[in-house]
Nanobody, 124 residues
Framework: QLQLVESGGGLVQPGGSLRLSCVVS????????IAWFRQAPGKEREGVSC????????NYADSVKGRFTISRDNAKNTVYLQMNSLKPEDTAVYYC?????????????????WGQGTQVTVSS
């Protein structure tokens, strides 16, 4: 069974930075692709970024390109989301999710395993 645990959320001022972590444990073959999603109050969950843990291929939503960076440390079974130049509209619960097969997509329906989420609040 696959488990995903997010951490690193918190309160940050506009323009600030946070780094989220997603630790993968269990049957990690089902986690060849890891994506970050977010859900703001009253809004649908949306894809933020995806990475192949094997090839390193990445994919980003237009709203975060140039500000967010996804990376991995396979020795630690961890995927990170570095978030810079944060804006109030980035406020949401951030989730990591896993799928076994590609492509690296931001489509929610492709992901079968999810973490519990971590809250990110951008406010002055």
């Amino acid at each position: 069974q696959l488990q995903l645990v997010e951490s690193g959320g918190g309160l940050v001022q506009p323009g600030g930075s946070l780094r989220l972590s997603c630790v993968v444990s269990g049957f990690t073959l089902d986690a060849n692709y890891i994506a970050w999603f977010r859900q703001a109050p009253g809004k649908e969950r949306e894809g933020v970024s995806c990475m192949s843990r094997i090839s390193g291929i990445t994919n980003y939503a237009d709203s975060v390109k140039g500000r967010f960076t996804i990376s991995r440390d396979n020795a630690k079974n961890t995927v990170y989301l570095q978030m810079n130049s944060l804006k109030p509209e980035d406020t949401a619960v951030y989730y990591c999710a896993a799928q076994r097969f590609g492509p690296c997509t931001l489509s929610i329906n492709r992901f079968g395993s999810w973490g519990q989420g971590t809250q990110v609040t951008v406010s002055s």
